[in-house]
């Protein structure tokens, strides 16, 4: 690409010894450039978002008054009783008998707690993969219904920490434990109760706030056999021990998933509305920006790669034509950088234009992305990185 056609470096010219001339405003950044790719036009409509910025909104059609609220897990109207004080994004007044209120979604790592949020809230807000570990950011997600708000705390999975970002990941977990008015424990189908999920079930009964046990994946087990019956026993006898319910459902069909909601709405006290009923997360558009590049990272490598890799976004610019974002990849060793570029930049380019594709979703809009790879040598043992990635203990 010419430097006129490089939207990071428009206006870089020749100085009068005839050598180009570097634009004052440059990223200083390591020799590798990215990949740059053309930019494809979407047409889905752009999720609202905290933060985001975007374009100005074109004046709203008049619209027929009283206009029912439609639930985001249910396609059909809901007939409600007056008009919603709903103006310009402002939060309105609940009914009597709104319930809203905080649940934490604690389990072990890879048991689809991530999943189950992005179906409850209808939209990719957490990423997923089949690597464990994969959320590391406590992450909420809004559903709001004409009967309730739910705001979903999506944890990172408990397990042994092994570095200090692992002490970190599991801190916060346990904080969410604590600090929410439901607490949604997610289990696995596939396998009987372990130590794990007993480990957190442990930390779980600590805490003074309603619980429900999830059994999840339940698309993947048969209802009668051996197995299953090893697997239900197994859990109801922890839900037993500790007066909690129970509910199965899969995350990835939808099964029983309109029970679930019903049982966590009847555990919430009435309440206020927490954010405006049009958002569904209150993270940033960076801050996803990132996460869908982690997540074709993890999809993308294998071995010790994935884990050691942490995600900062160095700038975004937004105009009506397209979204120019410039972000750095940091790894842990020369080796993994070598893994991430691949051979002829080949893996890289796999990662960003996958990881682009997703943003084209998220801004509704043209994607302009350049990413950069650095090594930051033992970054996930240094409190002081984790801080600069955004990982630090929450109170």
Excluded: C
């Excluded at 975007?54 to 009783?81: G, M, Y």
């Excluded at 072990?108 to 209808?122: I, Q």
């Excluded at 346990?174 to 957190?200: E, M, Q």
């Amino acid at each position: 690409m010419s430097d006129q056609q490089d939207p990071w470096r428009q206006g870089a010219g020749k100085n009068a010894s005839g050598k180009k001339r570097r634009p004052a405003d440059q990223f200083a950044a390591p020799k590798y450039r990215g990949v740059k790719q053309k930019p494809i036009q979407s047409s889905v409509p752009k999720p609202k978002l905290k933060g985001g910025a975007t374009a100005a909104p074109k004046p709203p059609k008049a619209a027929p008054e009283n206009l029912p609220i439609v639930p985001l897990d249910n396609s059909a109207a809901v007939e409600i009783k007056g008009k919603p004080n709903i103006s310009g994004g402002l939060i309105p007044t609940a009914a009597p008998d709104f319930r809203s209120g905080f649940i934490s979604i604690v389990g072990r790592p890879n048991v689809g707690k991530s999943t189950l949020m992005n179906y409850l809230v209808g939209q990719k807000i957490a990423i997923t993969s089949p690597v464990a570990q994969t959320t590391r950011n406590r992450l909420q997600g809004i559903l709001t219904t004409p009967q309730a708000q739910i705001i979903f705390v999506d944890t990172p999975g408990i397990h042994k920490p092994h570095h200090e970002l692992g002490k970190v990941l599991v801190q916060n977990a346990r904080v969410a434990i604590n600090s929410v008015d439901v607490v949604l424990f997610v289990v696995d189908a596939t396998s009987p109760a372990g130590k794990g999920d007993l480990f957190v079930a442990d930390l779980v009964a600590k805490s003074s706030r309603p619980v429900i046990l999830g059994i999840n994946k339940i698309d993947q087990l048969s209802e009668s056999g051996r197995k299953a019956a090893e697997v239900k026993s197994s859990y109801e006898a922890i839900a037993a021990e500790h007066g909690w319910d129970v509910v199965k459902f899969s995350a990835l069909t939808g099964e029983g998933l309109g029970t679930l909601q019903d049982q966590l709405v009847s555990k919430l006290e009435p309440g206020p509305y927490y954010y405006p009923p049009d958002l569904v997360t209150d993270q940033p558009e960076r801050f996803i920006m990132g996460e869908l590049i982690r997540e074709q990272v993890l999809l993308h490598t294998r071995e010790e790669v994935p884990h050691s890799v942490a995600i900062a976004i160095d700038k975004v610019e937004e105009d009506e034509h397209i979204t120019r974002i410039l972000a750095t990849v940091n790894v842990e060793r020369t080796s993994q950088k070598g893994i991430l570029i691949g051979k002829g930049g080949s893996m890289m380019k796999a990662i960003s234009t996958a990881a682009r594709e997703q943003m084209q979703k998220l801004v509704a809009g043209q994607v302009y992305l350049e990413i950069f790879v650095r090594v930051q040598s033992r970054w996930r043992q240094s409190r002081t990185r984790l801080a600069e990635f955004g990982y630090k203990v929450e109170q």
